[in-house]
């Protein structure tokens, strides 16, 4: 089960950006006890001297979240760290939606402060009367989150700087797919919107468009050679057609756009650049983050 309350401020996409290091950071005494506002309670663990974040603003932190009553028997829940292969989360600041939202605590820290931010679970329930809280959450307790903020941006420098990382990602792809062209000795085609593709084998009919549903029998592999995936491979346990809806967001925009080349009886190869499949993200342990892939395509039928 998911849960509201939490998803509110962790759920947004978790991107690896590069920190930011205060010069000369200044850090401030640390408060002795826990202050109160906006519905939760807080203490700075570590001060630096740099304007807090505020609402538009995207944090990049790493959070550790535990349940129980601030002592040695806490039970912990997550570590973004863990949870996130290392990396931290990226979390955009909005206004809180309750009073004891804890994305409220994000708006008294900048970058390189540390601090445990805390809600009562008494608190939660009642502003959540309507939905279940976990089965760990206990009358009395507190949901306790350790946070490390490493960054704040505004929303531009963030945009700023993941086009700049896209930029040179689509570089990278393009070099790692011409060196893997050059070594197997092939000539694909380049699409339009930046995969490449070969045709093995024609169909016949229409080319498939948006609407139209391909049914899809194929192999995916990593430029290593490396198969994460296949609907004709009974290792992966899914031996069955896999039908598509084009256009509707059902598969990875590689594969969507290289469906629209296609016709009934086709069999073709895509090699799909990061961009155009998972990007930064690792939707598996096979797959890590910024793949090429390849897929192996047959077309069986197009309704």
């Keep these: ?20 290091k205060a010069a000369k950071p200044v850090v401030k005494p640390i408060a002795a006890a826990f202050k109160r506002a906006h519905g939760i309670e807080y203490k700075i663990i570590k001060d630096v001297a740099g304007p807090a974040a505020k609402l538009g603003d995207v944090v990049e932190a790493n959070i550790i979240w ?3 009553k601030g ?3 806490d039970s912990t829940i997550l570590n973004s760290r863990i949870m996130n292969d290392g990396k931290p989360v990226v979390l955009p600041i909005a206004e809180a939606k309750f009073s004891g939202d804890i994305v409220a605590g994000f708006t008294m820290l ?3 402060d540390s601090a445990i931010v805390r809600v009562s679970v008494d608190t939660l329930r009642k502003n959540f009367a309507d939905q279940p809280l976990p089965p760990f959450a206990k009358d009395g307790d507190y949901f306790i989150y350790e946070v490390s903020v490493l960054s704040v941006r505004n929303k531009e420098e ?3 700087e993941q086009a700049l990382a896209a930029g040179r990602q689509v570089l990278a792809d393009e070099l ?5 062209f050059t070594k197997n000795r092939l000539q694909p085609v380049k699409s339009p919107v930046g995969f490449y593709y070969t ?3 024609e169909g016949t009919g229409d080319l498939i468009t948006a609407g139209k549903k391909a049914s899809v029998n194929y192999t995916g592999k990593l430029l290593d050679g490396t198969v994460f995936d296949s609907n004709v491979d009974p290792k992966f346990g899914h031996v069955s057609i896999f039908d598509v809806e084009v256009g509707t967001n059902a598969v990875i925009p590689g594969m969507d756009e290289g469906l629209k080349l296609m016709k009934k009886g086709t069999k073709a190869t895509l090699y799909v650049p990061s961009g155009l499949a ?3 993200n690792s939707p598996s342990e096979a797959v890590p983050a910024n793949s090429v892939m390849i897929f192996e395509m047959e077309i069986t039928d197009v309704k």
């Design 278 to 280: 998972y990007g930064a």
């Design 110 to 112: 900048s970058a390189g």
């Design 158 to 160: 963030m945009e700023k």
């Design 66 to 68: 535990k349940v129980g």
């Design 199 to 201: 045709i093995q084998q």
């Design 1 to 20: 089960m998911k849960y509201t309350f939490f998803l509110l401020f962790c759920a947004a996409p978790f991107v690896g950006l590069s920190q930011q």
């Design 71 to 73: 002592n040695s028997k």
């Design 176 to 180: 790692l797919m011409m060196e893997y």
